[in-house]
């Protein structure tokens, strides 16, 4: 991608050919279908919006000549010229047509302010289905229906029936509720807030929150965005394209419908369902949008990460002249999930130095009530020193002898730090003029220090989560062919009996087939078959219920521990018996499992999943045994998980802590456990059928990890479409094994997030002219094998771009990378191969399999850039088939599939 390659003009032309709503957010020509000077009408309202347009503006309506002094014309059909947009404030029912007759006439895009869809109900939804049918064939694109409008105040576009314009700016903001955009709007004009955008997206018929995220992800005038959310519809689509622009520009999104009963009220506002909050924050973490939870946050966050840079860590140093303040802010700094810094024993001898006696020795620190403009400067130069500080905040209060505006005069002099500056200059009119120097020189500042510790808190989870994304994992090494046939076995067999819930032991086995370690499980059918069960294991022993219809044993009595003898395993297989015949019929009772007793001298953890509405299959990991949903110790997270990622799932929850050991205990085998949590991952990816599933307890000690008892339920038999997962897993179906001309084995895969130290490698040796052949110019080996750019091309959101990289033993010899056009059935490709290695085939195979993933993946049309010089790719892409002509200085490859 553009951003993963800056030096790569050939990504470039993915975004000059690309579908990329020009024609919505920079038009020249639009037309106002339903435009009127009924006072009081929103297609008025438009049209006096549209005065600062600097196009040509169309008003059509059948029965007015004019619209406000601009000629009007009857119909679509009857345009002088092609507008690039159509805004329509039509009633609902006419809709449909006009998009009709939009597409007829090429129209590429449209904003349907009308409402009246999918609110309304079956009727409505119904409408919606016929405008997307007619926007399809016409390949346009759609804003809306039910919505405010767009803005480009940059460019002073107004299509909307808001109250005026926005000031222009560098802030983009989506939302779903046209009235709360007049609200922000109202705000904006007061503080003086500017937008380079600002959307109403009402139902998103087509146009969703990830196409506008693409979008303004590659907006040279977009610095950060905003988003307003009440349902987040298409997931792979948002988190897809938020995962790839929060890496640059901040994604700040505030989600309403926390609470059942606002959730409820969303989705009666939308039409659309709101899924699961917990696992809509998974999600958001996954890829690095910062969640906020007041509208002022929302644009707070936007203001500090555009001034500030991200903290390395949760360390804050705090510099005060009176204690009190300190100690709040401390407070709110711990609530939020920031650490105070620990001050090195240089930096304690450094304000020793510099400070009275008295002073705090600690952090927060207290320089005391007459600290001048010079001690507060010198104070917060010797934080900044500090190794440990990741982040400062300097905190004013307006004392007799205090300057602030000197005070702020120092303070700006380190306003470019590598690490952020916050202040909190406490007051009003005392503190005024500081404050503004502050500000004006990009050191945000607040009125009180625990809104800043909140802030610096937020910082640091945006940049955490952002780290997670891009960290290098370990990659399980299993094959699983063998296990996964294993598993589709237990799953036919019981879709065959009309079987939704597999028993433990089937549940046990299909765990065993992913290397989750079980504990030994027997069935018996009587008494006698129990016991020499029992003896075979070696007491003590444990006896579950043995059932396909119930799911929790222990409310049966089903369950019977440490069973030490032979006439013990027997008596406790007719109690089971009895009391299961009688609390739930004779036929629950199918005999029961025989297990060894474990002594449970670790930690009882649970891992699970189920489905969520929104997101599909959903991960959950915590403290386990039978007060698991007392406690509700637990986190969520959207598989798959690599290592790093299971790491952070754990790291949220209560008992991370205990398994790193306490009170004298050892440590859980924590790189294990995660490695465990990655299989569980990959069993649920690559097993659809599987509705919920629960280990539980799952025992974690330093010795062992071992599945005590599981529990998996499958989807209906006759269930038609399976849930998805919203990020996408490796995509394994296209891994495969190919011959070169002289008989050499190679594997061809997409490429994993552990290949970078494969690809530095494979940056090491290449030839100057084979570098310059690929990436269209020169580029040095300092700038090939950077780390952030080589750790982002080996985590491929195979959604968006799928790189094939040719193995041969342990080393990558070669890769193709497809690279899909946000909103079109296209794609381009980059092909390199290692110099040693070519002229062998190798380029053959890697274009053969190009072509292979390219079908199954829907794609349409594929392209490419190179040099004219580069005579063997075009002879090979000549070989395909591939149509080349000149583009500027260089040559365009193209191919219809």
């Keep these: 991608m553009l951003m993963h ?10 975004y000059r050919s690309g579908e990329n709503l020009d024609s919505i957010f920079l038009p020249k020509r639009v037309a106002v279908i339903g435009a009127t000077e009924n006072p009081g009408s929103v297609g008025r309202t438009v049209m006096q919006n ?100 767009v803005m480009n105040p940059n460019t002073g576009f107004n299509a909307t029936f808001a109250a005026g314009i926005a000031h222009p700016g560098n802030i983009a903001f989506i939302s779903q509720s046209g009235a709360l955009c007049t609200a922000v709007l109202d705000w904006s004009l007061r503080e003086k807030v500017g937008f380079s955008a600002f959307v109403s997206i009402g139902s998103m018929v087509d146009v969703n929150f990830g196409d506008l995220i693409n979008y303004f992800g ?67 973490r996954r890829v690095g949008v910062l969640r906020v939870e007041t509208i002022a946050d929302l644009f707070a966050m936007a203001d500090v990460l555009s001034k500030q840079p991200r903290p390395n860590g949760p360390h804050l140093t705090i510099v005060t002249n009176a204690g009190g303040p300190g100690v709040i802010a401390t407070d709110a700094l711990i609530a939020h999930g920031g650490k105070l810094t620990e001050l090195s024993s240089s930096t304690i001898q450094a304000y020793n130095e510099l400070l009275p006696p008295h002073w705090s ?66 007051g009003a009119d005392a503190v005024q003029k500081g404050s503004e120097i502050l500000s004006s020189h990009g050191i945000p500042t607040f009125e009180y220090p625990d809104l800043a510790c909140k802030t610096f808190a937020s910082m640091w989870k945006c940049a955490y989560n952002l780290k997670g994304i891009y960290e290098v994992p370990q990659y399980p090494e299993e094959e699983m062919a063998a296990g996964r046939e294993i598993v589709h ?40 078959e129990a016991g ?38 027997k008596k406790a297989y007719e109690e089971i018996h009895a009391s299961v015949k009688k609390l739930a019929g004779e036929k629950a009772f199918e005999g029961v499992t025989v297990q060894p007793m474990i002594k449970l001298d670790g930690y009882e953890l649970i891992l699970g999943s189920t489905i969520d509405p929104q997101f599909g299959p959903v991960l959950l990991f915590g403290s386990g045994g039978q007060l698991v949903e007392v406690f509700k110790d637990r986190s969520l997270a959207i598989p798959p998980l690599t290592t790093t990622l299971a790491r952070r799932m754990m790291e949220q929850t209560k008992i991370y802590e205990a398994l790193h050991g306490v009170r004298g205990r050892k440590a859980v085998d924590l790189p294990r456990l995660e490695q465990l949590l990655v299989q569980f991952s990959r069993l649920i990816v690559e097993e659809p059928w599987i509705k919920e599933c629960d280990i ?13 008892d599981a529990r998996i339920i499958l989807h209906d ?89 040719a193995v041969q033993g342990k080393e990558i010899i070669g890769v193709v990378r497809l690279t899909k056009v946000p909103g079109r059935p296209n794609a381009t490709f980059a092909l390199i191969v290692h110099d040693k290695w070519q002229n062998k085939g190798l380029g053959t195979q890697l274009m053969e399999k190009l072509f292979s993933v390219a079908r199954k993946e829907k794609i349409e049309k594929i392209s490419a850039l190179m040099l004219p010089e580069n005579f063997q790719m075009q002879k090979l892409c000549k070989h395909f088939g591939f149509q080349i002509h000149p583009a500027g200085h260089y040559l365009l490859a193209e191919i219809v599939l």
């Design 218 to 284: 590659n907006d040279p005038d977009t610095k950060s965005i905003l988003i307003y959310m009440e349902s987040i519809g298409d997931p792979r689509s948002f988190l897809s394209a938020a995962r790839e622009v929060a890496l640059t520009k901040p994604i700040i999104l505030i989600k309403a419908g926390r609470s059942e009963e606002s959730a409820k009220a969303a989705a009666s506002h939308t039409g659309s369902l709101a899924g699961s909050d917990e696992a809509l924050s998974a999600a958001l």
């Design 532 to 569: 020499r069960k029992a003896e075979e294991l070696g007491f003590p022993i444990v006896l579950k219920l043995y059932s396909r219809t119930i799911t929790h044993k222990t409310d049966v009595g089903g369950v019977k521990l440490n069973l030490n003898n032979l006439d013990a395993v």
């Design 50 to 149: 549209l005065s600062t347009f600097k196009g040509e503006i169309y008003p059509v309506n059948p029965k007015r000549p004019s619209v406000l002094g601009v000629k009007a014309y009857p119909n679509v059909a009857s345009l002088p010229e092609k507008p690039d947009v159509a805004v329509i404030v039509t009633p609902a029912k006419a809709v449909p047509q006009i998009i009709s007759d939009c597409a007829d006439a090429s129209i590429p895009a449209a904003i349907v302010i009308s409402a009246g869809f999918k609110e309304m109900g079956a009727p409505g939804i119904e409408l919606e289905n016929q405008i997307l049918e007619h926007a399809r064939r016409g390949n346009m694109r759609i804003i809306g229906p039910n919505c405010l409008g």
């Design 5 to 14: 390659q800056p030096f790569d003009p050939s990504m470039n032309f993915l």
């Design 717 to 805: 038999p006759d269930t038609k479409h399976l849930p998805k997962p919203a990020i996408r897993p490796y995509p394994s179906q296209y891994v495969e094994t190919v011959q070169l001309k002289d008989s050499t084995s190679v594997t061809l895969r997409p490429i994993r997030p552990d290949d970078e130290p494969l690809i530095v490698r494979f940056h090491k040796d290449l030839s100057q002219e084979t570098v310059r052949q690929r990436y269209l110019k020169a580029v040095n080996y300092e700038q090939r094998v950077a780390h952030d750019r080589l750790i982002r091309i080996c985590f491929n959101d195979y959604d968006r771009e799928i790189a094939i990289a």
């Design 361 to 426: 020795r600690n952090n927060p620190v207290d320089i005391l009530g007459d600290a001048n403009a010079d001690v507060y400067g010198k104070a917060v130069e010797i934080a900044a020193k500090d190794p440990h500080t990741e982040g400062i905040l300097v905190i004013l209060t307006p004392q007799d002898m205090t300057d602030s505006t000197a005070t702020a005069e120092k303070i700006k002099e380190h306003a470019r730090l590598d690490k952020p500056l916050l202040a909190s200059w406490m």
């Design 489 to 528: 076995k237990i799953f036919q067999k019981a879709r065959s009996e009309n079987r939704t819930l597999l028993d433990e032991y089937e549940s046990k086995k299909v765990l065993e087939a992913y290397k989750i370690p079980t504990v030994p499980t027997f069935i018996a059918h009587s008494a006698e």
């Design 696 to 708: 539980n307890p799952l025992l974690a000690s330093p010795d062992r990890l071992l599945a005590l």
